[in-house]
T-cell receptor, first 114, second 117 residues
Framework: GAVVSQHPSRVICKSGTSVKIECRSL??????MFWYRQFPKQSLMLMAT?????????EQGVEKDKFLINHASLTLSTLTVTSAHPEDSSFYIC??????????FGPGTRLLVL | AQSVTQLGSHVSVSEGALVLLRCNYS??????LFWYVQYPNQGLQLLLK??????LVKGINGFEAEFKKSETSFHLTKPSAHMSDAAEYFC???????????????FGTGTKLQVIP
């Protein structure tokens, strides 16, 4: 149980384009979903927290107009990186939690912006 | 405020040897504590967690951790390392003791475990 999927697992795009990453909780309803960014050899940096049907809460320093988050249902959240630039290249990981305190993580999405 | 310190960004052990990954936390209220494992180019997998009750927590793949309030520690151990244990391990803390709502999880900087044949 508690499986979270992400799609795509890897994406390469040109600078200036937008990229959408999907995060799904497959076997439970996620009251809250989280988006993290992980730089090489570093820990996870929380970007934003989203609750179903409401606006995401962004961490300090994260541009909400750059990283659009939509949490349309209890099993799906999307992160759209708008007008991507090479410095946005990173490993993006989502996680989801139900009614408990434990977060369950997706497999991550490797974004490379050329 | 809460924080996590993982001592040693890299740990090397021989196959079959004891694995000990250290984690110390700081929290103003009783914590919930987690250990996650990350394999290359993958997300994080929950190894084990402490919320309340028994302070020695057993997880998957033969790992266990002991919550020691007096030492503010939650070290991860495994009696005998396998090659497949080579990965990065993250300790995390969140506030415990509350009935609901989201409490931010703070992650440590990670410890990369190398297992030598």
């Amino acid at each position: 149980g508690a499986v979270v999927s992400q799609h795509p697992s890897r994406v390469i795009c040109k600078s200036g384009t937008s990229v959408k990453i999907e995060c799904r909780s497959l076997d439970f309803q996620a009251t809250t979903m989280f988006w993290y960014r992980q730089f090489p050899k570093q820990s996870l940096m929380l970007m934003a927290t989203s609750n179903e049907g409401s606006k995401a809460t962004y961490e300090q320093g994260v541009e909400k107009d750059k990283f659009l988050i939509n949490h349309a249902s209890l099993t799906l959240s999307t992160l759209t990186v708008t007008s991507a630039h090479p410095e946005d290249s990173s490993f993006y990981i989502c996680s989801a939690k139900g009614t408990g305190r434990t977060q369950y993580f997706g497999p991550g999405t490797r974004l490379l912006v050329l | 405020a809460q924080s996590v310190t993982q001592l040693g960004s890299h740990v090397s052990v021989s196959e079959g040897a004891l694995v000990l990954l250290r984690c110390n936390y700081s929290s103003s209220v009783p914590p919930y504590l987690f250990w996650y494992v990350q394999y290359p180019n993958q997300g994080l997998q929950l190894l084990l967690k402490y919320t309340t009750g028994a302070t020695l927590v057993k997880g998957i793949n033969g790992f266990e951790a002991e919550f020691k309030k007096s030492e503010t520690s939650f070290h991860l151990t495994k009696p005998s390392a396998h090659m497949s244990d080579a990965a990065e391990y993250f300790c995390a803390v969140t506030r415990g003791g509350l009935s609901g709502g989201y409490q931010k999880v703070t992650f440590g900087t990670g410890t990369k475990l190398q297992v030598i044949p």
